[in-house]
């Protein structure tokens, strides 16, 4: 069965923004996401497998409406939750 993600051979999305930007990050709280993903990574809290994982089982829905980095924090929160890291909906506010 095919995720959202998985995307390949589809039309409709819209041309591709191939803008180049000198910052890697739009915002603030997206290089934290990063960071933050990282140093759970290097910690060994969950892998690289998982997370991706965690992305790809987003709602179809919710996946197309979230930036890069909101999916990635989706996955983070997801995966503290299932490893008892943090109380599901803990990091809901």
């Known amino acids: 069965m095919a995720r959202i993600n998985d995307v390949g051979g589809m039309q409709g999305f819209g041309p591709i923004d191939t803008a180049d930007e000198s910052e890697p990050f739009h915002a603030d709280w997206e290089a934290r996401v990063f960071a933050l993903n990282c ?10 497998d998982e997370f991706r994982d965690a992305i790809e089982s987003m709602a179809p829905a919710e996946y197309l409406a979230a930036s890069y980095y909101e ?3 989706f996955a983070i929160r997801t995966l503290l939750e299932r490893k008892g890291v943090i109380e599901a909906g803990e990091l809901d506010d």
């Open 39 to 48: 140093t759970l990574i290097a910690g060994k809290v969950y892998n690289l």
């Open 71 to 73: 999916r990635w924090f």
